[in-house]
């Protein structure tokens, strides 16, 4: 009994081993003890866990990489959605105030065209705005998440400031985390 018992003593150190890899610590490795077919074991189990770990963190750098990718382009397209779209709907803005002037002065029938071009250039100009919010915070940049978040909560503020009162408490300089993670937030 007691050399099957001393035999199999490294068999705790291997449990107490597996339950540090199940609460997912990566670095957790078999001892090399005990009898050779544990030893054959632990030398096993480690070089698996070397490739678990590995994978993890390759995953890791591609997920990372995906987010920057993918900030990048969120970036690129609310750029051209403001520049070109924001340019041409200025651009159509301007034509519609000189039929809306026009219309007014000598052709009173082209007033109510002339003022839905008005609403429907207004809607895609605040649609545009919105869409370019949602994309990338326009001063994230420029001012910082505490800024940008700030400004979140006052535009709550005013809109529902009668129903609900909003405050933001930020613990930590949270204007020096990454910029994926800044957008995510």
Do not use: K
């Not at 009898?35 to 990372?64: C, H, K, T, W, Y």
């Not at 403001?82 to 034509?95: K, P």
Request: proline fraction near 4%.
């Amino acid at each position: 009994y007691l050399g099957a018992r001393r035999a199999l003593r490294p068999t705790r150190a291997m449990m107490r081993t597996l339950q540090r890899l199940e609460a997912g610590e990566l670095g957790a490795r078999m001892p090399l003890a005990g009898p050779s077919e544990l030893r054959r074991i632990g030398a096993m189990f480690n070089r698996m866990a070397d490739r678990l770990q590995a994978m993890v963190g390759a995953q890791r750098q591609l997920a990372d990489r995906l987010l920057t990718v993918r900030e990048e382009e969120r970036r690129h397209l609310a750029r051209e959605l403001h520049d070109e779209l924001g340019q041409s709907l200025t651009s159509i803005r301007a034509e519609v105030a000189f039929v809306d002037e026009v219309a007014r002065e000598s052709v009173p029938s082209l007033i109510p065209s002339a003022d839905a071009l008005n609403r429907t250039c207004e809607s895609m100009v605040t649609a545009v705005r919105h869409i370019v919010q949602q994309l990338r915070p326009p001063g994230l940049e420029a001012f910082g998440l505490s800024a940008c978040l700030q400004q979140l909560v006052d535009s709550w503020q005013r809109r529902d400031g009668q129903r609900c009162r909003y405050r933001l408490q930020i613990e930590g300089d949270v204007d020096d985390w990454d910029d994926t993670v800044s957008v995510s937030v």
